[in-house]
Structure formats: C-alpha cells, structure tokens
C-alpha cells in the first residue's frame, strides 16, 4: 500500500518473528520512497504511460570512464531515472535532453564527450552518448532491451541475515530464490527479482534450481544446512553446474560440517570447493546488515568472475 510516498507492506511477518515487520515496513518506506518503482526500468516504463523521455545511454566508451557500454538514463522535464555517471557530464547530458522534449525533436542524435578539464572531470577517457526520444509505443521494446541479465541466486534460510540479503539485493542483478522449510517466515511484497518457496525437506529443493545458480546456505538449523550442502555437492557430482556454494557460519562449524560430510562419502576435493565462512575477509562486524554487506559484495565478484 502507498500513502504519501510512503511504501508499506499491507501484511507482514508475524511480529515477534526476528523483528522482521518492523525491519521490512521501515525497509520499504524509505526504499520505495526513493525508487518506486523499485527499479529505473520500472521507473522508465511507467513514467511512459504518462508522456514521452529521452533515454540517454552509453552507446561506447573508451578509457576511465564513470559508466559502461549500455548504461543509461531516461529524462522527463520533471524527473529522471538511472544514471549515466553523475558530475557534469549527467548534468549536462540531462539539460540537453529536456531541451529536446521542449522542443519536440524527434530524431536520435550521438555526442561525443572528452571527460577532460573542460567539463570539469578528469577521468580522461571519452564516452559517447546516445540520445532517443522514446514513448509509450517503444515500451514494449525497451523492456526487452533495457532488462538486466539477472545471476540466478539460491538461498536458503529466512532468518535476520537471510532477510538482510534480500534486501540488500533488491536492487542488484540477482533473479533470487528464497527457500525455507517453516511457514510464516516470508514477508509479503517483495519484489518481482524474488521468488519464495516452502519446501520440506528443504534439501528437496536444490534440486530444481537452474543451472548455474549461487547457492547461499544459512537456514535456522545445522542439520539443515548439513542437509543442503550435501545435496549441493551430490548435484556437483552429477552435473558440476552450481559455480558458487557459500555456507554461513565459523572455522570451527565448518571443521565439523567437513568431518561429516566426509564420513557421507565426499572427497576432500569436493569440500574445498565450499565457502565457509561467507563474506569478504577482514570485515569482522556480525550484525545482519553488516555481513548483509560483506555477503553480497562477495557475490557481486563471484559475478564478475
């Protein structure tokens, strides 16, 4: 439900439950408040219905530039959505494009930009921008081209550091799959990127994930996660297809996991390919916000390769 620009969720987790409808209501206020809709492509085509924008987009770019090839922005004389670098090259790019939509231009048109002292920049490489006038016609064809290549993630657990995640990816290139074996642990309005799934056992449902997906382990049992990491390493085996198996927890909770499964058969070959603990070394803090952070910039390299 939205109300004064204020995004909050019509039903939660049952309070008592980790904190979590407190954490998701003033999660959603603040993120809705600054993004509905939640992404720039959602932002972009609904703003469409309404009248036309110009999409500016990075059509090539060359040395230290502050964007890649196919980064973009669309520009409304009352708004913008995503962002094609900031500083005086966006500012700018921006002014031009309003001064198209006053003017009715109607055509795309390129410009070429040296990010030198006489923009102010000195990132020294050279980007050009597209400009293209767009309407509610081309919506359809925008979504197709605009769309993000989503890095289809698995996670299990719903717990306070499973919820941190979520939200810390909500913005990010990740198609997630959210799986937990209790009932009442989701909260309502997540958004379209992420997918929820009760399965018990819930080792059941490694399964059916896509090949290639990262896998996050971090449920509200041991014996679960044992469970879950074993079925990773059992589909490993069978078609070598999950890149990325992370499993939350110590040194010494690993040791004993390790013990375990090596007594169920795997080899030691097989375990080192586990990754646990999860996060990036050296940040040490341990509240869910924290390693929320550290979890997912680990991720985001994974995705980069």
Do not use: N
């Not at 090839?69 to 005086?88: E, I, K, N, R, Y």
């Amino acid at each position: 439900m939205q109300f004064m620009g204020l995004c909050v969720l019509t039903q939660a987790v049952p309070d008592g439950y980790c904190g979590a409808a407190a954490e998701w209501t003033i999660f959603y206020r603040f993120y809705c408040m600054h993004t509905t809709p939640r992404t720039a492509l959602d932002q972009l085509l609904h703003r469409l219905s309404q009248g036309p924008a110009v999409l500016v987009s990075v059509s090539r770019a060359q040395g230290s530039v502050p964007r890649e090839t196919g980064a973009w922005m669309a520009v409304w004389p009352d708004g913008l959505a995503g962002t094609v670098g900031g500083g005086h090259l966006e500012w700018d790019a921006v002014r031009r494009a309003r001064e198209a939509l006053a003017g009715g231009v109607a055509t795309a048109w390129d410009l070429r930009v040296a990010l030198g002292p006489s923009l102010g920049q000195c990132c020294g490489g050279v980007v050009e921008l597209r400009f293209e006038p767009v309407s509610q016609a081309q919506a359809g064809d925008l979504r197709e081209r605009l769309a993000p290549a989503l890095t289809p993630l698995a996670l299990f657990g719903g717990g306070h550091v499973g919820q941190a995640i979520v939200r810390a990816l909500v913005p990010l290139p990740f198609a997630v799959h959210w799986i937990d074996s209790r009932d009442g642990v989701f909260p309502e309005g997540l958004p379209p990127s992420v997918c929820t799934e009760h399965a018990e056992p819930v080792r059941d449902a490694v399964r059916g994930l896509p090949s290639g997906a990262l896998v996050l382990v971090m449920s509200f049992s041991h014996a679960e996660d044992l469970d879950i990491v074993a079925a990773c390493l059992q589909r490993r085996r069978a078609s070598d297809d999950l890149p990325f198996v992370g499993l939350i927890g110590s040194k010494t909770k690993w040791a004993t996991f390790r013990r375990r499964l090596s007594d169920r058969g795997f080899a030691q070959e097989e375990l080192d390919r586990i990754t646990c603990p999860i996060g990036i070394p050296g940040i040490t803090g341990k509240a869910p916000e924290v390693v929320a952070a550290s979890v997912v910039a680990q991720l985001l390299l994974v995705r980069s390769g």
